[in-house]
């Protein structure tokens, strides 16, 4: 099963750009990245996910490496309401569905 | 309704108590999940149920009993657990996209915070 790292914390700037990133080197082919966030204590929330290719929703951007190797996961205008722990997983694609989350990191935005 | 809805919130129980905590969804989902996270930890999977079966125990002590009455409720019946079994536990489903790619998002529910003496 393939396994994420991610940095423990990060902070950013408000109205500035979080720049979350992601390793998930022995990702296999057909294995999505999804990212959710966690405010204290919440049930995750989806954020964005995909395969190969860059993908943009309402929230947020995923750019994924050619390699498929790591992931960024782009805030374009952090607000204080961001301020969370962001978790990258990668999905098994079998019969279970496994979705395993990876270490998260806990992203402060600074006012 | 776009939610899954658990319950109790909050449990608190002794190591020789039987309880369960319940999850409720309403999408029509087929797919569904427990996950346990301890605190500042990540969620770890404990089971999935797909189509009102087991389909995934990730070695998880009997302690520990799911049950899928039918495709809107989840249980997880807990019996003799220990103080360290104390987490919040998270309910989560999945919708089955048809035609292609089956690449439903996971919804969560808010946890049901358990804490065992």
């Known amino acids: 099963d393939a396994k994420t790292t991610q940095p423990t914390s990060m902070d950013c700037a408000e109205g500035r750009a979080a720049n979350l990133p992601c390793n998930h080197s022995t990702i296999s082919g057909n294995e999505y990245v999804y990212w959710y966030r966690q405010i204290h204590s919440q049930g995750p929330q989806y954020i964005i996910h995909g395969l190969k290719n860059n993908e943009t929703n309402e929230m947020a951007s995923l750019i994924i490496t050619e390699d498929r190797k790591s992931s960024t996961l782009i805030l374009p205008h952090a607000t204080l309401r961001d301020t969370a722990v962001y978790y990258c997983?990668?999905?098994?694609?079998?019969?279970?569905?496994?979705?395993?989350f990876g270490t998260g990191t806990s992203l402060t935005v600074i006012p | 309704d776009t939610e899954v809805t658990q319950t109790p919130k909050h449990l608190v129980m002794g190591m020789t108590n039987k309880k369960s905590l319940k999850c409720e969804q309403h999408m029509g989902h087929r797919a569904m999940y427990w996950y346990k996270q301890k605190a500042k930890k990540p969620p770890e999977l404990m089971f999935v149920?797909?189509?009102?079966?087991?389909?995934i125990n990730e070695s998880v002590p009997s302690r520990f009993s799911p049950e899928c009455p039918n495709s809107s409720l989840l249980n997880l019946h807990l019996h003799a657990l220990q103080p360290e079994d104390s987490a919040l536990y998270l309910c989560?489903?999945?919708?089955?996209?048809?035609?292609?790619?089956?690449?439903?998002?996971?919804?969560f529910g808010e946890g049901s915070r358990l804490t065992v003496l």
């Open positions: 997983i990668v999905r098994v694609l079998n019969t279970g569905n496994q979705f395993y």
């Open positions: 989560a489903s999945r919708p089955r996209l048809a035609g292609g790619p089956n690449t439903g998002e996971l919804f």
């Open positions: 149920y797909s189509y009102e079966k087991l389909s």
